[in-house]
């Protein structure tokens, strides 16, 4: 089955730090990727996502992730990060259209930004 | 863009009542996903329709059932609620014919149970 490892459980960071969120992945086929970000209280929403093509993909907010194949990862990086950024990140993978194409998400990494 | 929208947006049930809620996709989706929140805990996959048919079950308790009508719009209804059914409920929808699939999430559906 697939499933869905994100390394950091809880993740402390002063303003301008960089930040970088490990995912990992188990599925031996085509995978779709994605971040989600859920601000507290709030719907989860997509910060980006990746299909094919060009292994680094950038999204909302200056956020950026990398696919690489061979490691079955998916990170997800910011330069510089902002308190507002104070939110859960949930890497998620959905696995195609056999899979009934639902998202299996990671544990989530909550992420302190320190003003 | 129109959004998933669900309703109602919160909601307080005592234990072993009965409570439904909805989710209308965004238009032109043909998949409707539904997903359990608990506090501090990652979405679960409930349940999923595509094109009005079941296409795929998760931990879905018994006590829960889940369709789609004829406009696409979704409703999961909990019967026998239990303390532990509180969670945020999350629904979901995706144009499976589109490239790579891309899910979008309602705002939620708070549930408490007393």
């Known amino acids: 089955a697939q499933s869905v490892s994100q390394h950091n459980h809880h993740v402390i960071l002063s303003e301008a730090a960089s930040l970088e969120l490990g995912c990992n992945y188990s599925y031996g086929g085509t995978v779709n990727l994605f971040w989600y970000v859920q601000y507290p209280g709030q719907h989860l929403q997509l910060l980006l996502k990746?299909?094919?093509?060009?292994?680094l993909v950038k999204g909302i907010k200056g956020f950026e992730a990398e696919f690489i194949k061979s490691k079955f990862s998916f990170n997800l990086r910011k330069p510089s990060v902002q308190w507002s950024d104070t939110a859960e990140y949930f890497c998620?993978?959905?696995?195609?259209?056999?899979?009934?194409?639902?998202?299996?998400f990671g544990q989530g990494t909550e992420l302190s930004v320190k003003p | 863009a129109a959004g998933v929208i669900q309703s109602p947006r919160h909601l307080i049930k005592e234990k072993r009542e009965t409570a439904t809620l909805k989710c209308y996709p965004i238009?032109?989706?043909?998949?409707v996903y539904w997903y359990q929140q608990g506090p501090g805990q990652d979405p679960q996959f409930l349940i999923s329709?595509?094109?009005?048919?079941?296409?795929d079950k998760g931990s879905i308790p018994d006590r829960f059932s889940a369709q789609q009508f004829s406009d696409y719009h979704s409703e999961l209804n909990m019967s026998s609620l239990e303390l532990g059914d509180s969670a945020l409920y999350f629904c979901?929808?995706?144009?499976?014919?589109?490239?790579?699939?891309?899910?979008?999430f309602g705002e939620g559906s708070w549930l408490t149970v007393v």
């Open positions: 990746y299909f094919s093509g060009d292994p």
């Open positions: 238009p032109r989706h043909d998949t």
């Open positions: 998620a993978v959905n696995a195609g259209y056999n899979q009934g194409g639902k998202l299996i």
């Open positions: 329709f595509y094109e009005k048919m079941q296409s």
């Open positions: 979901a929808s995706s144009d499976q014919g589109a490239s790579g699939n891309t899910i979008y």
